[in-house]
């Protein structure tokens, strides 16, 4: 019974979790939707939200994977140094493939970058 109900609680957290995070981003923007409308009808000039360029979402891009990547390392190095066990830093290993990532993200960015200056 003990594993059964373990099983059931994965299941429902593992669907429930990310059609909750869709339904408020969902709400969150319908909200917003509203909103706009709302100031468009009283005559209120709404100032638009500037786009990121290609350029600004590599470097954004590159940022956040390059630290999650090593705070990810970081942690199971952690983890390892204070249970001893060589066993963990293998975990750690694959926080190399986002770090990977980032990096070219940032070599993109740096393309973007040197193509425009041209």
Do not use: C
């Not at 923007?29 to 360029?53: D, Q, T, Y």
């Amino acid at each position: 019974m003990d594993g059964e109900l373990i099983g059931l609680v994965a299941v429902i957290l593992g669907m429930g979790i990310p059609l909750g995070a869709l339904y408020t981003y969902y709400r969150v923007r319908k909200l917003r939707s509203e909103e706009r409308l709302a100031a468009i009808e009283r005559g209120v000039a709404i100032p638009m939200e500037p786009e990121l360029n290609q350029a600004a979402r590599s470097r954004r891009m590159g940022i956040l994977l390059v630290s999650g990547a090593i705070g990810y390392i970081a942690a199971f190095g952690l983890i390892a140094q204070i249970q001893a066990n060589r066993d963990v830093w293998t975990a750690a290993a694959l926080g190399i493939i986002p770090l990977a990532v980032g990096i070219g993200y940032f070599f993109d960015w740096k393309l973007i970058h040197r193509d425009v200056r041209a």
